[in-house]
Every structure is written in structure tokens, then in C-alpha cells.
């Protein structure tokens, strides 16, 4: 089985960036999602091999999901954060998955996270 392996994950003021990567990007379906102490898993954004995304209404026009095919790799370009997006981030795959969906359940590929911190 393919691990998928996150980085990226720290700390930020408010107003201020990251960007996460994963690796490998060789499934058909993929997305980040996130899940902060006390809440629920919740998917951010995903993206099928067409380049297509979705993304939760919480980080639109903020985060950027995107695949470099030469790299291999997955990532999630996070600007203009607040402390509401500070959680854990995983990084999901499956072949199976066609269309861009921030369903959790419909991954069956998951990385161990990676920790984004965002202080005010």
C-alpha cells in the first residue's frame, strides 16, 4: 500500500500563509481535511486527476488545492488564516473517486497529518 506522507504543517500569525504538501498524488480522487481538537473531521478541498476542485465555503477564495504531476506531489496553498483553521491536516486519496469530494468517507488512503497552528 501507498503511504501518503503530509509536510508543510506550523505555526501562523493571523493574516499569514502555509503550504502543505502531499506525497504521492497518484490517486484519481484527492483532498486535505482537517480536524481541530473536540470537532469533527471536516474536508477543506479536493481534486480529481482533471485538475477539477471543491472546496469547503469556509476557505474559499483563501486556499488553493493543486497537483504537481512532475513531483508526484499534492498540495494546499493556505493564505489569509485565522485561528478557526488551526487543526490537525490530512491528506486523503482513492482511485475509485472521480469527482472532487469533500466526502471523508468515500477515501480509503490517508497520511498520519500534519499540525497547522494559527495564533491571532
Known amino acids: 500500500q501507498v503511504q501518503l506522507v503530509e509536510s508543510g504543517g506550523g505555526s501562523a500569525q493571523s493574516g499569514g500563509s502555509l503550504r502543505l504538501t502531499c506525497a504521492p498524488s497518484?490517486?484519481?480522487?484527492m483532498g486535505w481535511f482537517r480536524q481541530a481538537p473536540g470537532k469533527e473531521r471536516e474536508g477543506v478541498a479536493a481534486?480529481?486527476?482533471?485538475?477539477?476542485?471543491t472546496y469547503a465555503d469556509s476557505v474559499k477564495g483563501r486556499f488553493t488545492i493543486s497537483k504537481d504531476n512532475a513531483k508526484n506531489s499534492l498540495h494546499l496553498q493556505m493564505n489569509s488564516l485565522n485561528p478557526g483553521d488551526t487543526a490537525m491536516y490530512y491528506c486523503?486519496?482513492?482511485?475509485?473517486?472521480?469527482?472532487?469530494?469533500?466526502?471523508?468517507?468515500?477515501?480509503?488512503?490517508w497520511g498520519q497529518g500534519t499540525q497547522v497552528t494559527v495564533s491571532s
Open positions: 486523503a486519496g482513492d482511485s475509485r473517486v472521480w469527482s472532487p469530494t469533500l466526502n471523508a468517507d468515500q477515501y480509503t488512503r
Open positions: 497518484t490517486y484519481n480522487g
Open positions: 481534486i480529481n486527476r482533471y485538475g477539477i476542485t
